[in-house]
């Protein structure tokens, strides 16, 4: 598994912004509601709560005075976690990112109540995927200056290796 490519977050935001785009145009004033304020909270909740994983990950891994060392198997959760998060936060940009857009252009009162809401979704969605990719950075176990030195073949000259 390798590092989440930021072109993979561009393309997903710049498809789901061509999609939400599309389907705002279509069907904003027929059957579209006015934007919930739930999702907003839900998305600036996840990147917090990422935030702080990445923090305390962090420190864990360089094992830093006062913290607990970390389990593996966790930082392998928290890695799939922030790989999941970063792709539907970019999409979930990319929708804010569009709506936004289309309620930018629009003159009508429904449209001018809307875009606090979009506006504050698509900050939301961003710190998300920056969270995402900090905690999936985070999560990456340091180099050691001996590994710098050592070929890939040292590994098998050395006691305790097979």
Do not use: H
């Amino acid at each position: 598994m390798g590092p989440t490519r930021i072109s993979t977050l561009v393309v997903a935001a710049l498809a789901a912004a061509a999609l939400a785009w599309l389907l705002v145009s279509g069907f904003y004033y027929e059957a579209v509601p006015s934007l919930p304020w739930l999702p907003v909270v839900t998305l600036a909740a996840l990147a917090l709560l990422e935030a702080y994983a990445a923090i305390n990950t962090r420190g864990r891994i360089e094992r830093k005075p006062g913290r607990d060392p970390v389990n593996p198997l966790l930082v392998a959760r928290f890695v799939v976690l922030a790989k999941a998060s970063a792709l539907a936060g970019a999409i979930f940009l990319g929708f804010y990112a569009g709506v936004t857009g289309w309620l930018f252009l629009e003159d009508t009162n429904a449209a001018i109540g809307d875009r606090p809401a979009a506006g504050a979704g698509l900050l939301a969605s961003l710190a998300l995927v920056a969270a995402a990719l900090w905690l999936e950075r985070s999560c990456r176990v340091p180099e050691q200056e001996d590994d710098e030195d050592r070929t890939p073949g040292d590994r098998e000259n050395r006691p305790g290796y097979r």
